[in-house]
């Protein structure tokens, strides 16, 4: 099984701060990383797929970079709505794993 | 506007069964592959099981395979969880998840359910 690993598990951050967030798979899964973002009590929601690309209806402070085995997913400018858990996906080879997820608090 | 909705959770003795079901709506079901990704409590996502849009294709996590079992109908637009000798670690929020892209899918989910609680306990 691919083996992926986020960091930080957890950050403290201020509105309008730049959060980035590491994802880091155990071999080469190519760009087939995707990002969700989860808020306690409901399903997860997707924010980028295929490394970079937004879904639609996500904001565009939001991106995605990386290939191979290291990803990042930035928040541009933190916004209240945005403290949450973040949890990156392959999608490269089944079974398809979850990295641990990475809670992002109010400072 | 894509809807699912899970039901059919509980608690269950270890050993026991359930079935769960996700009813979905707003997409044409039998074009899209779904799956079910599970929540223990306070931790992280795990993805369970997979079927593709016409239901010919499924695979499962080692942690589940020969134990559950995932269908779908697509004339009743809902897809099944069948859960067998329930574990204590089998004890989670159960999502259903619609794949972004059609077919037998690539396991990019765009559209998930609120969740559905199985509590295997004694």
């Known amino acids: 099984d691919i083996q992926m690993t986020q960091s930080p598990s957890s950050l403290s951050a201020s509105v309008g701060d730049r959060v980035t967030i590491t994802c880091r798979a155990s071999?080469?899964?190519?760009?087939?990383l995707n990002w969700y973002q989860q808020k306690p009590g409901r399903g997860p929601k997707l924010l980028i797929y295929?490394?970079?690309s937004l879904q639609s209806g996500v904001p565009s402070r939001f991106s995605g970079s990386g290939s191979g085995t290291d990803f990042t997913l930035t928040i541009s400018s933190l916004q209240p709505e945005d403290f949450a858990t973040y949890y990156c996906q392959q999608s490269y080879s089944t079974p398809r794993t979850f990295g641990q997820g990475t809670k992002v608090e109010i400072k | 506007e894509v809807q699912l909705l899970e039901s059919g959770g509980g608690l269950v003795q270890p050993g026991g069964s359930l079935r769960l079901s996700c009813a979905a709506s707003g997409f044409t079901f039998s074009s899209y592959a779904m799956s079910w990704v599970r929540q223990a409590p306070g931790k992280g996502l795990e993805w369970v099981s997979g079927i593709s849009g016409s239901g010919g294709s499924t695979n499962y996590a080692d942690s589940v395979k020969g134990r559950f079992t995932i269908s779908r109908d697509n004339s009743g637009n809902t897809l099944y969880l069948q859960l067998n000798t329930l574990r204590a670690e089998d004890t989670a929020v159960y999502y259903c998840a619609k794949d972004k892209r059609g077919g037998n899918g690539d396991y990019v989910f765009d559209s998930w359910g609120q969740g559905t609680l199985v509590t295997v306990s004694s």
């Open positions: 295929v490394a970079s």
């Open positions: 071999q080469s899964i190519s760009r087939n």
